[in-house]
């Protein structure tokens, strides 16, 4: 079965012979450089090569940005590039480019999901991502009462970009599924209440989710920390799946697919055991397991594979993986 056939299948509750292998994020840089002095070849360079060294079911990421290389950087990580109206006009002729991806990548696309073994997905900025970018990180989050207006201005100008893009998209090649980068909630949960995101945020959603429903496209949102109360949120304005589901966080995805049984969840595997070795590698994959037999759950680190894990241990990983992804199978 090919990889995009088992995804699909997967996500419709059609018979599938396995889960996917797959690791959706690429690793730390930091880890990649310790891998290199341990045996890591130097012909593995990009992250389709990397995960082709290691045996695994390639999973390639595909983004689209709404900002333009004209648009200016923030001058410190986190802070902003805009407070206020007269700000977002100044800014307007940098922002919402015309997207298009170049040949040579199209046809990559297109030849490695043909030869059966790559999952392809695209990300986007979700509607609190985007915002808190612009904004930076604690003016966004004050900009809910203080610019309400100038944000949803702002998210409508850019859910129109995105239908634009998703035309694109549908027209040029049919990727596996696709992610909204949100990254709203941490370890205590959302940063923001229900009243707020059901305000300034479902709107948008719900106006551009039926495209991607349309394209067939499957939807995942992306968000660290607990996300507890997201996944009912998201779910409601038609999201199909949710991750990283990050353990550090506290979340329980066996809780998940009893109150979203139709959701999928990726990642969930506890990054931070890997350094222990095989004992606790499989004790994390005995964790997840009656929850891969029982929903629509793909194993996966929960975040990028940190630099304390060896070589030898993330071989080990991949090995556990494939042999607890092999076990499930759904008729």
Same mark, same amino acid.
């Given at each position: 079965m090919k990889a995009s056939e088992r995804f699909y299948n997967l996500m419709k509750g059609k018979p599938i012979d396995r889960l996917p292998?797959?690791?959706?994020?690429?690793?730390?840089?930091?880890?990649? +450089?310790?891998?290199?002095?341990?045996?890591?070849?130097?012909? /593995?360079?990009?992250?389709? +090569?990397i995960q082709n060294y290691f045996g695994l079911d390639k999973c390639c990421q595909t983004?689209?940005?709404?900002?333009? /290389? /004209?648009?200016?950087?923030?001058?410190? &990580?986190?802070?902003?590039?805009?407070k206020n109206e007269a700000d977002y006009e100044r800014l307007l002729p940098t922002l919402y480019p015309e997207i298009r991806l170049p040949d040579e990548y199209v046809a990559w696309l297109k030849k490695t999901h043909d030869d059966g073994d790559t999952l392809h997905f695209f990300t986007v900025d979700g509607f609190f991502w985007y915002p808190r970018e612009m904004f930076g990180i604690e003016d966004h989050l004050y900009s809910f009462y203080d610019e309400g207006d100038l944000y949803k201005r702002m998210c409508s100008d850019y $859910? $129109?970009?995105?239908?634009?893009?998703?035309? &694109?998209? $549908?027209?040029?090649?049919?990727? +596996?599924?696709?992610?909204?980068?949100? +990254?709203?909630s941490y370890n205590n949960g959302p940063m923001l209440s229900k009243e707020t995101f059901d305000e300034f945020l479902a709107p948008f959603?719900?106006?551009?989710?039926?495209?991607?429903?349309?394209?067939d496209v499957p939807v995942f949102i992306d968000s660290d920390g607990d996300i507890t109360l997201a996944v009912d949120w998201y779910a409601g304005v038609g999201a199909d799946g949710m991750f990283p589901l990050e353990r550090q966080a506290g979340v329980d995805v066996s809780l998940y697919i009893e109150k979203q049984p139709h959701m999928a969840f990726l990642g969930h595997f506890d990054k931070m055991c890997m350094k222990f070795g095989e004992e606790a590698m499989r004790k994390e994959f005995e964790r997840l397991l009656p929850s891969m037999q029982k929903g629509k759950v793909i194993p996966s680190c929960d975040h990028q594979t940190p630099p304390d894990v060896s070589l030898e241990n993330y071989k080990i990983y991949v090995r556990l993986l494939k042999e607890y992804t092999a076990k499930v199978t759904k008729n």
């Open positions: 292998a797959i690791e959706w994020a690429p690793w730390w840089n930091l880890t990649v +450089d310790r891998w290199r002095g341990e045996g890591l070849p130097a012909s /593995a360079q990009s992250v389709y +090569d983004g689209f940005g709404e900002r333009s /290389a /004209a648009t200016p950087l923030p001058p410190v &990580y986190g802070h902003g590039i805009m $859910a $129109a970009w995105l239908k634009k893009t998703f035309e &694109y998209i $549908a027209e040029t090649f049919r990727f +596996d599924f696709m992610s909204f980068a949100e +990254d709203m959603y719900k106006e551009v989710i039926p495209i991607l429903k349309q394209m």
